[in-house]
């Protein structure tokens, strides 16, 4: 099959913050493997077998389930452990597995920053296919330059789907993408922007990209802690005033 490329992502820290409650707080990662380009039609094609019209272009129209179970089919065809054990609509993260997962939403950020401390890591018109470039669709990956990681379209071509929770609070089940997308204007194309939506929602300019790393931990890792998406789920926060309630 056409090979996932991996990029080795040192061990450091990220500022994450939350719009919502005004709040920030800093990240420790350890080391963690992530895909070079997000993950192409010709891949999902080859692995899940669904139709690629556009063999180099990012897959979108990729539900966050099935992102999942591409992660899984991929662990499988490479001869590893599985990392999420999938039961109906509940999808559990093997925190110890080697296998191919979603990066964390601080394992994302992170990666895509490559040290910068902007909005973007480089020139937004040199690395990132946006609304400026006047395209109707997800161009192919590499087109663009890459970070100081080597990792392309991290930025623009299409937002990529995390592992963690948009707001359990607010918006229950949306799970966080990234990045923004070809038709988005530069101030959605951020390394810091937060978008998501549910798990089985498809959209023209979503897709996403794989990441790699286990760790010596149960239901927490990389920044994500499934007690903490638990008390957040459980209400009582105040919003800030003119919050739009969930509808």
């Known amino acids: 099959m056409s090979d996932v490329e991996l990029a080795r992502i040192p061990a450091g820290s990220v500022e994450l913050h939350d719009a919502r409650r005004r709040t920030r707080w800093t990240v420790a990662l350890e080391p963690f493997e992530i895909g070079v380009y997000p993950v192409t039609e ?131 089940d949306y799970r966080v993408f990234r990045g923004g997308g070809f038709a988005d204007d530069a101030w959605s194309v951020r390394a810091g922007t937060r978008r998501g939506g549910g798990p089985r929602m498809t959209h023209d300019d979503v897709g996403f990209r794989v990441a790699r790393g286990g760790f010596d931990a149960v239901d927490a890792a990389q920044g994500w802690s499934a007690a903490f998406d638990a008390e957040r789920a459980a209400g009582g926060d105040p919003r800030p005033p003119g919050w739009t309630p969930r509808r």
């Open 42 to 172: 010709e891949q999902l094609s080859e692995v899940l077998g669904v139709a690629a019209s556009h063999p180099r272009r990012p897959a979108v129209h990729v539900s966050w389930q099935r992102a999942v179970r591409f992660c899984n089919a991929l662990s499988e065809w490479e001869g590893l452990d599985p990392a999420y054990a999938v039961d109906g609509e509940e999808v559990r993260w093997h925190v110890d597995s080697e296998g191919f997962r979603l990066p964390t939403e601080a394992e994302w950020e992170y990666a895509c920053r490559a040290g910068s401390t902007g909005p973007h890591y480089g020139p937004l018109a040199e690395v990132a296919w946006t609304a400026g470039d006047g395209v109707s669709s997800p161009q192919p990956v590499g087109g663009k330059l890459p970070n100081l990681h080597g990792l392309f379209d991290t930025l623009g071509n299409a937002w990529e789907w995390c592992w963690d929770f948009l707001d359990t609070e607010r918006y229950d």
